[in-house]
Every structure is written in structure tokens, then in C-alpha cells.
């Protein structure tokens, strides 16, 4: 008989077993979802996620072997981030002191040890939906999809960008539930006093925050990157000539990097001492490490080195990313490596790094550009060549 547990409802067990299948690379067995939901999602009663189990199948999930389940095909319809059991992942490339990975980056994390990460530096997919099969298809054949495709200005093609403001209701609790299983899987292999620099923008900042913060993180506070991008500034639709004084939204100037941090052992001098982390490297002894950082957007120098969606320039990778080691040593992790600037960025300063991408396009792609991005020489005023 079970041990007496407390009563859920139907729908939280529903979608914390579904997230979590969702977010896997193969097939789980029952003890697995069991372990995965209560790491990620909290307490809950087993017997009710067994009885969910069985009770959909084969309409929700597929029996696999050895009482192994996976998600069926209708039940991956609409979720925001199909699952790659079938995936066939690459071997790791070393890159210097890089390691680029081509894996599901919830697996790995999972697989690494405790305290063994000094400090994350990610951009990540923002939406999560925009970073499917699907929409990426979309994206690279040029058809836009959830993907915004700016016209060409002055005969120059415009970068694309993601419509944060289509997500729905679903897709953005989907996005907090992401960041909160991201999270609580990752805190335990960060060493103490390790930060966690996470790429956001104004829009969704709050629910990846909230999302960190439960996870057990410390907020630490923002950086902001200056930069003017494409979004917002926009008249209302089809009343361009009826409103001609009038903007929808702002348009953005800045895009905001929340600082999460795992909390310390002891004080910071302590903390310091035995793990090399808690703080932010100086630029110089005589000035703090400041958290607005001018960046002007990714120069198409750099575009046509790694001809990424969402790159973001060396010029404010590489100071972020020898902030982060506050005594210029320690392994930094990018979990969504993209095109790998930020082991890119890592690469020119000599750091340490690891980068996780599941990807196969993004994966080759990387493993080409880390080592241009790494060379790529910036002047005083952020110039490259």
C-alpha cells in the first residue's frame, strides 16, 4: 500500500508529467518520470502519476520496452519543444580550451557532477517555440513563421527577429516551467557563489526571474546591454495614416541580462578562497565591474562569421565573460550554445568554457565559427576585423 501522501489536482500532475517528457531526449522509465517531476515540479503523490500514465496510453504516451514510456505523436502536437529520442547526437569537439557538445542540454546537465560549474554566460531560446523543427525550417528558407523578417533598408538584408508579443497564454507558462526545470537541475552543479548571466529582453524578463529565483538562486541584479534593436516603435497595425502620432510600444534601446548567483559558503572572502567564485572581476583596480555595458548590434562582420538568428557581438560577450571569473580561472557553460560566442568570447580570454547545443544546424555551425569568433580582433571602440 502507499505510503499516505497529500491529494493533487489532476491537472498540475497532468502537465508536470507532460513538461517533463517533453524536455526528454529518449524514453523514461516510471521511477525516472517519478524522480524528474519531483526534482523539477516538487512533491507528488507517485501513485497519481502511475494512474496518469496508465490511464493514457497509448492516446498520450507509447509503452516502450522494459515499462519505458515516451510521448505519442498527438501528444507532442503544439508543445513547445519536441522531444529528440530519435536524435543522434555528434561527438564532442574540443576547440582550445572549448568543448562544444550536441546534446540535449537538460541531459547533460543532469549526467555532470556537483559543484563542478564556476559560472553560466547563455542567450536562450527565448519562446522556446520559435526554436523548433518547424519554425526554424521556416526561419532558414527565409518564410519568417513566429520569426519577424525586417525589409531590406538601403539594399542591406535586416537580421530576424522573434515575435515575443504572439506567444500565447500556454507558451508563456511553458516558458516559466522551462526556466524552473533549467534551473533546479543546474544549482546543484554550480560550486558556490557561482553567477548565472541569463540573455533576456523586456518582455519576458519576469517570468524567467520568477522562475530562477524559485529554483533557489539569488537575484543579484541586471546588466543592461545598450543597444537600439527593431522592436517596438511600431504604429498600430493597418492604422498607420488613422494614428500617425502614435507608437504600440516602446521601442526598445536596451535588453536586460538578469544576474542570478548560488548562494555562498560562508562570506565572500570565504567563498573566494575555496571556489574562486562570488563576485565579478574588476576592469581595472580602480573601477567596479558597472552593469550597463554599450553595445551597439552584432555587425555583420560578425553575422557573416556566424550567421546566427540571435548572435550576440564579442564586444559585450568578452567583458561579461571575464567578469564572471572573479579570479580569471573556473569553467564556464553556455547550455545553449547557438553559434558559440560565448566560448568564442571565452576562447580570446583564455578561459575554460563548455558549450551544450541540440541543434544539429547550430552544432556544425559553431564548430566552424568559435575559432573566427575567437580571433576576431576588437579595437578600442568595439570595431572588429
Excluded at 52 to 77: K, S, W
Excluded at 100 to 127: K, M, S
Excluded at 271 to 287: A, D, I, V, Y
Excluded at 362 to 378: G, Q, V
Amino acid at each position: 500500500m502507499d505510503e499516505p501522501q497529500t491529494r493533487c489536482a489532476p491537472g498540475r500532475v497532468r502537465d508536470a508529467i507532460l513538461q517533463v517528457m517533453s524536455w526528454a531526449s529518449r524514453p523514461l522509465s516510471v521511477k525516472e518520470i517519478q524522480e524528474r517531476v519531483r526534482q523539477t515540479m516538487g512533491e507528488m503523490p507517485t501513485s497519481s502519476i502511475r494512474s496518469y500514465l496508465r490511464l493514457n496510453t497509448p492516446a498520450l504516451f507509447v509503452r516502450e520496452t522494459r515499462g519505458c514510456y515516451t510521448l505519442a505523436e498527438r501528444a507532442t502536437e503544439g508543445m513547445q519543444r519536441p522531444s529528440p529520442a530519435a536524435q543522434q547526437w555528434r561527438e564532442p569537439v574540443c576547440i582550445g580550451k572549448a568543448t562544444l557538445y550536441h546534446a540535449d542540454c537538460f541531459d547533460w546537465i543532469r549526467r555532470q557532477e556537483d559543484n563542478t560549474i564556476h559560472a553560466v554566460v547563455t542567450d536562450p531560446p527565448y519562446g522556446l517555440h520559435e526554436y523548433t523543427p518547424q519554425q526554424q525550417a521556416k526561419l532558414r528558407s527565409g518564410k519568417g513563421g513566429v520569426w519577424r523578417i525586417p525589409p531590406s533598408f538601403d539594399g542591406h538584408r535586416r537580421s530576424p527577429l522573434p515575435r515575443f508579443t504572439t506567444l500565447t497564454q500556454e507558451q508563456l507558462a511553458a516558458l516559466r516551467t522551462f526556466f524552473g526545470i533549467w534551473a533546479r537541475l543546474l544549482l546543484p552543479k554550480l560550486v558556490p557563489g557561482a553567477h548565472v548571466v541569463v540573455a533576456s529582453n523586456p518582455l519576458l524578463s519576469y517570468l524567467v526571474s520568477g522562475a530562477m529565483a524559485d529554483a533557489g538562486l539569488e537575484r543579484r541584479g541586471e546588466v543592461i546591454r545598450l543597444t537600439m534593436t527593431l522592436r517596438g516603435g511600431d504604429r498600430p497595425k493597418s492604422a498607420h495614416d488613422e494614428f500617425p502620432e502614435v507608437s504600440v510600444m516602446p521601442r526598445s534601446m536596451w535588453e536586460p541580462w538578469l544576474i542570478y548567483r548560488k548562494p555562498l559558503e560562508g562570506r565572500v572572502q570565504d567563498n573566494l578562497r575555496k571556489w574562486g567564485t562570488g563576485g565579478f572581476r574588476r576592469p581595472s583596480r580602480g573601477r567596479p565591474f558597472g552593469d550597463v555595458i554599450p553595445s551597439g548590434p552584432t555587425r555583420k562582420k560578425e553575422r557573416d562569421l556566424a550567421p546566427h538568428p540571435s548572435l550576440k557581438p564579442q564586444a559585450f560577450l568578452r567583458p561579461l565573460v571575464r567578469a564572471v571569473l572573479p579570479l580569471g580561472r573556473g569553467l564556464i557553460l553556455d547550455p545553449f550554445a547557438g553559434a558559440g560566442s560565448t566560448l568564442a568570447a571565452a576562447e580570446a580570454g583564455g578561459y575554460e568554457s563548455i558549450g551544450v547545443e541540440v541543434d544539429e544546424h547550430y552544432f556544425d555551425l559553431a564548430r566552424e565559427a568559435i575559432p573566427k569568433l575567437a580571433h576576431y580582433h576588437l579595437d578600442r571602440d568595439g570595431q572588429g576585423r
